[in-house]
């Protein structure tokens, strides 16, 4: 769990250096989605059920997620707006909340992971 959250973190905060230039952030968003979704499978699988903080979160990590790549394939490939505004929303600020959100809910479950298993030593 430490090193999907360091593997996590080093793609973060690289997308967010290259967001300098918007270009470059919006293609670091491309690894960063890839790392993220590998990881919240690994993490839905290893936590759903000995959590309910990752069951809650995770579960509105996944309707998000799911929600901005059909909201993306619907812009690109049937309504084809020229809305400027509406692309930005869908290609740079969404994804990037989500990965926030990612980010806040992976170091949660990931202390908390530590925490169940460090044996309880009583002296």
Known sequence: MKTLRKINNIAFYTTLILFITVYLGMLAQI????????????????MFLKSDYAKKHL????IFTLTELYLFYLE????????????????????????????????????EYENTRKPNLII
Do not use: C, R
């Open 59 to 62: 579960t509105i990590y996944w």
């Open 31 to 46: 690894p960063l989605g890839i790392i993220q979704v590998i990881s919240a499978i690994i993490i839905t699988y290893k």
């Open 76 to 111: 690109q490939y049937h309504y084809q707006s020229s809305n400027d505004f509406i692309e930005l929303l869908l290609m740079v600020f969404f994804p990037m909340a989500i990965a926030i959100y990612f980010k806040i809910i992976m170091n949660h479950i990931t202390k």
